[in-house]
Structure formats: structure tokens, C-alpha cells
């Protein structure tokens, strides 16, 4: 079992930045692959950004890139999301997600694909 825990969330101007960490803890972090999705009141979860086991490879959804950088440090368990000129409608509760099998292909930006949640962190964007 792997558990984690979202910190970071908070109030923040449109423009501005914030940054989210999941620490995980349980079994041995070394998920193949660790995501944050993030889910805006009334509407279902929407990827954002994963990351696979060593950080070499990154996956963003469209509207994010550029803006948002995920990054993760094994050592200290945990995965961290940049997230830059920030904007209202990016107000969500957002999730940190883990895997424990290798994601391929567009499991990788599928909440199925993933086995392991946090509880959340609020981000509210104000206009």
C-alpha cells in the first residue's frame, strides 16, 4: 500500500504560482508512475500532469504546458507540481495519484490507470 498526502494548495491571485508536494509513504516508493489531477466543482477529475519513476519522461495535458512542471525526488518521497500564471478557472481540488504497474500510451492521463490517492488540496484561483 502506498499512502499519500497533498500539501500546498492555498489562495492565490490569477498570474500568480503555487506549489503543490505529495509525500508518499507506505511501501517502498518506487511507483512507475505519479500524477496530479485536479477536479473543479461539478466536474469530473481532469489529468494534469504524471511523471514516470525516474523522471525522465513528463506528461502534461495541453492546457498546463508550459505553465506547470512536475518533478519528483525519491529520496525524500516525493513528487511536486509547479504550477505558474496561474488562472481562475483552474480553481480544483487537486489530487496526487500513484501506480503500481508501468503506465503505456493514454493510461498515463487516465484516472483508471492509477491505484493509490491523496485526500486533496484546494487551489483557488481568484480573478
Known amino acids: 500500500q502506498v499512502q499519500l498526502v497533498e500539501s500546498g494548495g492555498g489562495l492565490v491571485q490569477a498570474g500568480g504560482s503555487l506549489r503543490l508536494s505529495c509525500a508518499a509513504s507506505g511501501r517502498t516508493f518506487s511507483s512507475p508512475a505519479m500524477g496530479w489531477f485536479r477536479q473543479a466543482p461539478g466536474k469530473e477529475h481532469e489529468f494534469v500532469a504524471a511523471?514516470?519513476?525516474?523522471?525522465?519522461?513528463?506528461y502534461y495535458a495541453d492546457s498546463v504546458k508550459g505553465r506547470f512542471t512536475i518533478s519528483r525526488d525519491n529520496a525524500k518521497n516525493t513528487v511536486s507540481l509547479q504550477m505558474n500564471s496561474l488562472k481562475p478557472e483552474e480553481t480544483a481540488v487537486y489530487y496526487c495519484?500513484?501506480?503500481?504497474?508501468?503506465?503505456?500510451?493514454?493510461?498515463?492521463?487516465?484516472?483508471?490507470?492509477?491505484?493509490?490517492w491523496g485526500q486533496g488540496t484546494q487551489v483557488i484561483v481568484s480573478s
Open positions: 495519484a500513484a501506480s503500481g504497474l508501468p503506465l503505456y500510451g493514454s493510461a498515463w492521463y487516465r484516472k483508471m490507470g492509477y491505484d493509490y
Open positions: 511523471i514516470n519513476w525516474d523522471g525522465s519522461s513528463t
